[in-house]
């Protein structure tokens, strides 16, 4: 069995996939039909949608990091 630190950050990286998946499938074609359409707020909007997504991600990734460096202390 692995140790629970391995575990802890494969389940961050399937969080970490979700939330991509939720930006390549959902957010980017209704940002790119918002720009066809020459929509701006709505654009903006999803801009933002997007953004804070990444930006929970970014957070995710730093914590997988940080528990894969401090792995021989758990």
Do not use: C, D
């Amino acid at each position: 069995a692995a140790p629970s630190y391995v575990h802890v950050m494969a389940g961050l990286y399937l969080v970490m996939l979700a939330l991509f998946l939720r930006i390549q499938l959902l957010q980017l074609p209704r940002l790119k039909r918002a720009i066809a359409a020459q929509n701006w707020p709505e654009g903006g909007a999803t801009l933002g949608g997007i953004r804070r997504l990444v930006g929970i991600n970014l957070l995710l990734g730093l914590v997988v990091v940080a528990l894969a460096s401090a792995r021989p202390l758990l």
